[in-house]
């Protein structure tokens, strides 16, 4: 059964950063490209960051520079650090693969606010 889990968001203030993580079974993690994802409220779920299996990465502008995606497969986990955070960055954050659509079920996210 494939599962994938999200966690680390939280409570950070402008300026900050947070550590992602992305459990992920029930599938071979190491042929799949990942993404992370967020949703913020009133807009439509984006693609932040990529990874391919060849560890190549891509990002959104809005997030460019500040936040980096990783993959440790040993783990079946998928990172994202997120420095230099502004209130737009606020949203819940999910992973699955970077395709559309998407080929995982939907986690249930971590949530990130970023708030003074």
């Known amino acids: 059964q494939v599962q994938i889990v999200e966690s680390g968001g939280g409570l950070v203030q402008p300026g900050g950063s947070l550590r992602l993580s992305c459990a992920a079974s029930g599938f071979i993690f190491s042929n799949y490209a990942m993404g992370w994802y967020r949703q913020a409220p009133e807009k439509q779920r984006e693609l932040v960051a990529r990874?391919?299996?060849?560890?190549?990465?891509n990002y959104a502008d809005s997030v460019k520079g500040r936040f980096t995606i990783s993959r440790d497969n040993a783990k079946n986990t998928v990172y994202l650090q997120m420095n230099s955070l502004k209130a737009e960055d606020t949203a819940i954050y999910y992973c699955n693969t970077p395709f559309a659509p998407a080929l995982l079920p939907w986690g249930q996210g971590t949530q990130v606010t970023v708030s003074s």
């Open positions: 990874i391919t299996i060849g560890r190549n990465t």
